[in-house]
């Protein structure tokens, strides 16, 4: 399946796994990429010193093509995508600021770099900073979407900028990535389907949950970090989106030292960045906290009230649990054949 994405980065198929923070570890970059997509490493607000493993461990594993994920205004972003620019990934994938610098950087040594964005402006900017594709998040995805659905953004976008699309949100199976080629996409990007997989890492109760899950499963609030935020309907995230579960923030101070530690980060460095952001930047940075340890419940004990999971309206589309690999020829051949199902079915006059 040859497009714009395929030539631009090298790789067999136009799909990529989203570079979801604490989720899309190695052993999903190495699946994803072995099977012919690009794969996304999640380093967000990692250690630098675990995100350079990371990255040692996928090149141990996979010679092809490679791209890492970070959203700037988190801590340690700077760090990784620094860390990355050195050791010469292949892609680099930002978000949440300015790139113009990145470009500059990765352009010294041959890499690609991609702007992840949910609005017009945003997409209009990165090419601006001379990004070289753009992830397109509609208001299906999971995670930080916007307010405009993929099926407008993508044909928006494709009026108003050159560079290659990729549609984010909405897509679990061939039909929607037929779908998303047909507004002017050139590849998909899932998380949903991702980690709904045998390689996800997430705990066994929440993929039993996500295959059981229909359309309208999903939370979409700016109460669980101050941004517009789409999880799971699980009964944790559900007790915050309807204000049941009030913010403890004794509670979540206590926790902000393991935080800090897995940041790899002296607790009076997070605490002086948290003092910095003022009075709403840092209740909003307490929220943004309590919902990271969720992550972390969700992917080591399952508790339901507890975790949380980022999950776009396309896990109703998910029904069962297979390998990524399983996944992205399954999607390939569906998407073939619905396009010669739409080919025998349209005709000119």
């Known amino acids: 399946m040859k497009t714009r994405i395929t030539d631009l980065f090298g790789v067999k198929y136009p799909i990529l796994n989203a570079g979801m923070g604490r989720v899309a570890f190695p052993e999903m970059v190495v699946a994803v990429t072995n099977a012919g997509g690009l794969g996304n490493l999640g380093a967000g607000s990692n250690d630098p010193k675990e995100t350079r493993k990371h990255i040692e461990e996928i090149r141990k594993l996979t010679d092809r093509p ?11 972003a700077m760090d990784n995508v620094k860390l990355a620019l050195d050791m010469e990934v292949p892609v680099i994938n930002y978000s949440m600021g300015k790139g113009d610098w990145i470009v500059e950087r990765a352009r010294k040594y041959g890499g690609k770099v991609m702007a992840s964005v949910n609005s017009v402006k945003l997409a209009q900017s990165a090419q601006k900073h001379g990004a070289d594709a753009v992830i397109v998040a509609g208001h299906e995805a999971a995670g930080h979407a916007g307010q405009i659905t993929t099926f407008i953004l993508l044909q928006r976008l ?20 037929a779908a998303a080629l047909a507004l002017g996409a050139d590849g998909v990007s899932m998380g949903t389907r991702m980690w709904t997989t045998q390689e996800g890492v997430m705990h066994q109760n929440f993929k039993d949950w996500a295959v059981k899950a229909d359309v309208d499963g999903t939370l979409f609030s700016t109460k669980f970090d101050g941004y517009w935020l789409r999880v799971g309907n699980t009964p944790g995230p559900a007790g915050i989106a309807s204000g049941a579960e009030k913010l403890n923030i004794f509670k979540v101070f206590l ?26 930047g840092t209740y909003d940075m307490i929220r943004m906290a309590r919902m990271l340890t969720m992550v972390e419940a969700s992917r080591k004990s399952g508790d339901f009230s507890k975790g949380q999971v980022g999950a776009g309206q396309s896990v109703g589309l998910v029904h069962d649990l297979p390998t990524i690999k399983e996944v992205i020829e399954r999607i390939v051949n569906e998407a073939y054949d619905v396009l010669d199902e739409l080919g025998g079915k349209i005709e000119r006059p």
């Open 66 to 76: 490679f791209a890492l994920n970070a959203p700037l205004a988190l801590p340690n």
């Open 158 to 177: 494709k009026e108003v900028i050159d560079i290659p699309l990729i549609a984010a949100g909405g897509v679990a199976n061939g039909r929607g990535l």
């Open 255 to 280: 926790n902000s030292f393991e935080i800090a530690k897995e940041m790899g980060q002296p607790y009076s460095k997070v605490f002086m960045d948290v003092i910095k952001r003022g009075p709403r």
